[in-house]
């Protein structure tokens, strides 16, 4: 009998597995060692032991008996286990090798190579993956040619669990090489079990999409069914708000495929390699005549800056994954835990600059950046939508170990004025914070929601009544600081005083008021001023009534009357809110029983 044992075991190791082994199964024993060709032990078979060795005098562990046939040999995979491996070892090689040759000529991994450069990091781990043999029996004859378009190892999509820089997740990929990551019946079967079972685990999901979408001759299999591609977002909708979903984009994702990215708590696209779109550019053209091709009708360019559906976009693949991977820092697994705690770190500039960053002239531009790399620990700031409504900052980081959810005017773009997409990007960036039970900071520099015609056509009260709800809405603790103007309903959006956060902080720079002095001076006394001949006693009274009025709406006005909590110096801000956070933490709010609100 030859038995092999792991590399590194002694000699008096080999020789008692040896000699133990050929008294329990009565037979010559051979032990190899490692890769040896050569045992390292052998040991003859005595009928006749003697007193105190064998089988009566030893604690044998070894191969059991069952394990060996009737002629001594060790038993071992058949020919039927050979088998499976190979079916195994052709399915992972994915659909025709001419598809699998162009994938670095469009600069993307081929999707088991990329598996492996999400989950064989030191962190990292695949874990197990689920329906590997869908659709076997619709492609795999005996001596099919290797090349054919009619490959669909494992239905063209990877269903599975793995663990992701310490964190257990479920994940799907398309896999292009197989139809252009199309979706047919076996496929979409797959997508919809795991995200079923990211409801029972309650674990994040990873959606790792190239996709062109349902394989339009299959459709009967998975069109309209109840168990169908339309349940995708039904599944979404349940998952929404349980547990974090994030979506890279690699490639095209059009019709159906494009509704994942959209659903998913926050969209990634890869530069020069993603794009996103309800209709292909052939479709377009067919339908509306418009001649457009794939990257302008839905490139990263487009929903980074346009449709504001992408969160992120990523240089290339590397760098998609490095962004997901600090993304998860901030989320917890599910909506029954809280975010993950880091070590605290200084901020990377010093908080005693604060008051220098902010210019006491209420109309002079700065970047609010300034002010946040001061607060936040050093390395730990996270931007979304960073292209998109750039008048209002979303972003998560740390103050003392601790992650929140950053809302904050941004003067250097529009005066910190809030539009219409700005709204809608902080009223989402509130809803998923709160959801996940990530705290939230409101730095508030805002003459208010923008006026004008456009703004109305563009759903200025719409989107802004959004973000008013979002707010209020939130349970998390919210921590609200007057950096400089909060004017008109600005102050209500950003975490105001009638919105029920844990504290409204002072900078001594900040205003509160209706509008600013100089549209106040304007609107109120605009005909006794006109009404003054003397150009001289005209601007003294214009001066005279304007001080008088900032006056009423200083921040030192609305600590005296109690309106905000307190006001600090600029330079203890970060101390300040680390202290209130943790103070918070454990706070609970309730929202009136309902089924829901109405405003969406």
């Known amino acids: 009998m030859k038995v092999r044992i792991a590399a590194g075991a002694s000699d008096d190791e080999a020789s008692a597995i040896a000699a133990a082994l050929a008294e329990h199964v009565g037979n010559t024993v051979e032990v190899y060692v490692g890769s040896d060709d050569d045992p390292l032990a052998v040991h003859e078979y005595d009928a006749e032991p003697s007193p105190g060795s064998g089988a009566s005098g030893q604690q044998v562990a070894s191969t059991p008996a069952d394990d060996v046939a009737a002629d001594g040999d060790e038993l071992g995979p058949t020919e039927r286990e050979a088998l499976l491996r190979e079916e195994i070892a052709d ?82 990929a398309n896999d292009y090489t197989v139809k252009r990551g199309s979706m047919a019946e076996k496929g979409v079967e797959k997508f919809l079990r795991m995200q079923q079972r990211a409801l029972k685990t309650g674990r994040p999901v990873l959606y790792l999409m190239d996709s062109s979408g349902g394989r339009i001759d299959q459709q009967t299999g998975f069109f309209a069914n109840r168990e169908g591609i339309g349940k995708y977002y ?94 998860i820092t901030y989320l917890p697994d599910n909506a029954d835990e809280k975010p993950p705690r880091r070590d605290p770190i200084e901020p990377a500039k010093s908080p005693a600059g604060i008051d220098s960053v902010v210019p006491q002239h209420p109309n002079r531009g700065y970047d609010m950046t300034d002010v946040i790399d001061r607060l936040v620990d050093a390395g730990s700031y996270f931007e979304l939508r960073p292209d998109y409504g750039e008048e209002i900052i979303t972003a998560y980081a740390r103050i003392g170990g601790r992650p929140i959810g950053i ?27 709160d959801a996940f039970n990530v705290p939230i900071l409101y730095l508030c520099d805002t003459p208010g929601f923008m006026a004008g015609s456009q703004v109305e056509k563009d759903g200025i009260l719409e989107q802004g009544k959004k973000m008013i709800y979002a707010t209020s809405a939130a349970t998390v603790p919210q921590q609200t600081v007057i950096v400089r103007k909060a004017y008109g309903a600005g102050i209500y959006a950003m975490g105001g005083p009638a919105y029920d956060p844990e504290s409204v902080i002072g900078l001594p720079s900040g205003e509160i008021a209706i509008m600013g002095p100089e549209a106040a001076i304007n609107a109120v006394y605009a005909r006794k001023l006109s009404e003054i001949d003397d150009p001289e006693e005209r601007e003294r009274k214009e001066q005279e009534l304007r001080e008088a009025y900032r006056e009423d709406i200083d921040v030192h006005r609305m600590a005296s009357d109690v309106v905000i909590d307190e006001i600090v110096p600029p330079s203890t801000l970060r101390e300040e809110l680390g202290a209130r956070f943790a103070f918070y933490e454990d706070v609970e709010k309730e929202l009136p029983s309902k089924k829901h609100g109405t405003i969406i």
């Open 91 to 172: 399915i992972l090689e994915g659909g025709p090798e001419k598809y699998r040759a162009g994938l670095p000529e469009e600069g993307k991994l081929f999707v088991r190579d990329r598996l492996e450069h999400w989950f064989g990091g030191e962190d990292d781990e695949f874990l197990f993956e689920d329906g590997k043999f869908a659709a076997f029996d619709d492609w795999h004859p005996r001596g099919a040619d290797p090349d054919t378009d009619d490959r669909l190892p494992a239905d063209g999509l990877i269903t599975g669990a793995a663990t992701f820089e310490g964190r257990d997740v479920h994940f799907m």
């Open 234 to 327: 039904y599944n979404h909708s349940m998952l929404s708000g349980r547990v974090p979903q994030i979506c890279v984009l690699y490639g095209p994702c059009i019709a159906g495929a494009a509704y994942t990215p959209v659903f998913a708590d926050f969209t990634i696209m890869v530069e020069g390699m993603s794009a996103m779109a309800i209709a292909s550019p052939r479709m377009v053209q067919m339908v509306t005549g418009e001649d457009i091709d794939l990257q302008e009708l839905g490139g990263p360019a487009v929903h980074a800056r346009e449709s504001g559906s992408a969160d992120l976009v990523a240089r290339d693949e590397e760098h998609a994954r490095e962004l997901v991977a600090q993304l």
């Open 407 to 433: 809302v904050a005017n941004q003067p250097a773009h529009r005066a910190g004025a809030i539009f219409p997409d700005a709204a809608e990007k902080a009223a989402e960036f509130i809803w998923k914070s």
